[in-house]
């Protein structure tokens, strides 16, 4: 039995991942934005939940504090939510939404819970995307400030998990966290079906669910990498795509990319 922490839990591959979870006999603490959704699901699994908006740092910060104060270790993080944004706009912090609710926010929840991921030698499961293959990180644009598009900034906040995740076995090792990510499926969850462009307009087609998978599949290999131990399929650092490892292009194991950017995400969550 392991201490689960999830977030983006209130719907989708985060709440089939949370149910999957229960049934499997873990303790699963779920993290949601939603109020109404994520108390619905709390009660229905009979769990521990928190609410946090990521694109307030505030409320990340509040958000491990809170746990923190519930759970003295965690065996998992599960850094699974995300989205994008059709429109350019900047969050609470100043900084571009899509880059703050899949990189920024994740990052500084995960460096608040060091000491309880110490505790329980932590893993660290970051829900990238295969989208993440097209991203660059490109340190004098990162917000996207100029040429906004959702085609370039979501893969690039994706990218920038992976290397994230990857990072944290060099950075948190010595203290037995590690660190690594997925691709979880492409799945028709309610982010993709609600943007109102051609991505929306396919995710809400009859085709979609013909070639999509199901939030219940991916919630699969989820639950494979919280549980599988390492030597046994799963390696520290890997990116995963359908249970296996998956072979990134260089930029996507570019260790001196990954240790910048730690530095730039630190100063920006103020942790310098």
């Known amino acids: ?10 719907d989708g591959v985060g709440a089939a991942t949370a149910r999957q979870l229960v049934e499997r006999g873990h303790r699963v603490l779920i993290v949601g934005r939603n109020e109404e959704k994520t108390i619905r699901l709390a009660t229905q699994l009979d769990c ?16 491990a504090a809170d746990i923190a104060g519930h759970w003295d270790s965690i065996d998992v993080l599960m850094n ?4 994008m944004f059709q ?15 899949n990189h920024l926010a994740p990052f500084l929840l995960t460096n608040l819970l060091v000491p309880q991921l110490a505790a329980g030698e932590g893993r660290v ?8 293959l097209v991203g660059k990180v490109d340190f004098s644009n990162l917000m996207h400030t100029e040429d906004y598009s959702w085609r370039k900034a979501y893969p690039d906040s994706k ?8 990072e ?3 950075r948190l090792g010595d203290r037995g966290i590690t660190g690594l990510s997925l691709h979880p499926g492409v799945v028709s969850t309610s982010f993709a079906r609600d943007a109102s462009n051609l991505m929306g307009a396919f995710y809400n087609s009859r085709l979609a669910p013909k070639v999509m998978d199901t939030p219940e599949t991916s919630a699969t290999r989820m639950v494979y990498l919280a549980e599988t131990p390492f030597g046994e399929g799963v390696e520290p650092g890997g990116y995963y795509v359908r249970n296996r490892r998956f072979p990134l292009p260089p930029k996507g194991r570019d260790s001196r990319t990954a240790a910048r950017l730690w530095e730039d ?8």
């Open 87 to 101: 429109h350019y706009g900047l969050s609470a912090d100043g900084y571009e939404r899509t880059y703050q609710l």
């Open 159 to 166: 990218l920038a998990t992976t290397l994230f995740c990857a």
């Open 48 to 63: 521990t939940y928190f609410l946090a908006d990521y694109l307030e740092l505030d409320q990340v910060r509040r958000l």
């Open 80 to 83: 699974n939510a995300g989205g």
């Open 265 to 272: 995400s630190a100063k920006k969550v103020g942790m310098n």
């Open 1 to 10: 039995m392991k201490n689960i922490v999830i977030t983006g839990a209130s």
């Open 168 to 170: 944290i076995n060099n």
């Open 125 to 132: 499961v970051g829900t990238s995307s295969i989208a993440a």
